[in-house]
């Protein structure tokens, strides 16, 4: 049984930095894609950032390029979320989820229906 358990969220400040950790277990964690995802109450979930297996290739939202890193440990079989310089409009939810299928390019990585395994999520709030 896949089990993605995410820990770090809580409340930022504006400008300030959190790190959000995601710890998998259940399933090949080094031929699994692992990405982030973020929701606002009911509106659907926003593509945050994504990590392929090897952990070589990085893709991101356009929303959080350039502030946001993703790595992974294969040995560990964690995946973190290093976010920085926040603002409000980064307060979210955030899930951890995972795939296995063989991706290539941007589309495929920040494809929702892509992933088929989720965490419970973490609130993260980020106040001015």
């Known amino acids: 049984q896949v089990r993605l358990v995410e820990s770090g969220g809580g409340l930022g400040q504006a400008g300030g930095s959190l790190r959000l950790s995601c710890q998998a277990s259940g399933l090949t964690f080094d031929k699994t894609t692992m990405g982030w995802f973020r929701q606002v109450g009911g509106n659907e979930r926003e593509f945050v950032a994504a990590v392929s297996w090897s952990g070589r290739s990085t893709y991101f939202g356009d929303s959080v390029k350039g502030r946001f890193t993703i790595s992974r440990d294969n040995d560990k079989n964690l995946v973190v979320l290093q976010m920085n310089n926040l603002n409000r409009e980064d307060t979210a939810v955030y899930y951890c989820?995972?795939?296995?299928?063989?991706?290539?390019?941007?589309?495929?990585?920040?494809?929702?229906?892509?992933?088929?395994?989720w965490g419970r999520g973490t609130q993260v709030t980020i106040s001015s």
């Open positions: 989820a995972a795939h296995n299928v063989v991706c290539s390019g941007y589309g495929c990585y920040s494809s929702l229906t892509k992933y088929d395994s």
